[in-house]
């Protein structure tokens, strides 16, 4: 069983958290809040980034007005939603970009110019998360994740528990509450479109009893953590 204890250094006045197992004994800086927000920005500003550059490219590769294939997928100011606006066929996220119509949209460039360079990008995330403990935003702003002995969780940690289950389990309490509350109800179900559990994580984010520990964090047995230079 792992004890732990958090302590302020009075010169630098960071968060330490120091774990003691058996008779071995390490202590780690937190990483602060901010920290892990603006890493979390930078992996959505990268992930967002790609998908506009795929999409404005997919788009200017058809001439609009004469072809039938290559309908504009999105506007540039609502790459968010990922609205489909000059199609019929409405896309709300970038897997519905794998149901679109052949008649409507020439999915061959969409897999070339969107869907490859987003894997790409998941898989090199996924990669480095599993053997360092950091994305691409956490490796800018020096920080990782580690387990609550100290250990590297690898891939079942970093990336299947902590970011797919937590995920899966976050649409499936917005079905339930979907199912059992009707969302014409609150605001034409305006509500349920918010990450109910991103923002539980965010408030978890400012508690330092906690650790800064987000639910994320708990189901995968994790902390994250200032990275050595």
């Given amino acids: ?15 330490k958290l120091f774990m003691t197992e058996s008779r071995d004994s390490i202590a780690v800086e937190l990483a602060s809040p901010w920290r892990r927000i603006a890493a979390c920005l930078i992996n959505y500003a990268i992930y967002y980034f790609i998908i506009f550059m795929g999409l404005r490219i997919y788009n200017a590769t058809f001439d609009f007005e004469s072809e039938a294939l290559g309908q504009n ?15 019929t066929e409405p896309v709300s996220s ?21 869907i490859l360079p987003v894997a790409i990008f998941a898989l090199l995330q996924t990669i480095q998360m599993s053997i360092t403990g950091q994305s691409i935003g956490k ?20 990336v299947l528990l902590r970011e797919i289950c937590f995920q899966m389990i976050s649409r499936i309490i917005v079905i339930l509450l979907i199912i059992f509350v009707k969302p014409s109800k609150l605001v034409d179900g305006t509500l349920f479109n918010c990450p109910l559990l991103a923002i539980f994580c965010l408030i ?20 994250v953590i200032k990275a050595e230079k």
């Fill in 1 to 15: 069983m792992v004890n732990t204890q958090q302590h302020s250094d009075s010169n630098s006045n960071q968060s």
């Fill in 204 to 223: 978890m984010l400012f508690l330092k009893n906690i650790n800064y520990r987000t639910l994320q964090d708990y189901l995968a047995k994790t902390i």
């Fill in 139 to 158: 490796r800018l702003m020096s920080i990782k994740v580690i387990g609550i002995y100290g250990q590297n969780p690898g891939f079942i940690g970093t």
């Fill in 94 to 114: 970038i897997l519905g970009l794998l149901l679109v119509s052949e008649q409507t949209h020439d999915l061959s460039s969409i897999f070339l110019y969107i």
């Fill in 73 to 87: 997928i999105v506007r540039p100011f609502e790459l968010w939603f990922l609205s489909d606006y000059q199609s």
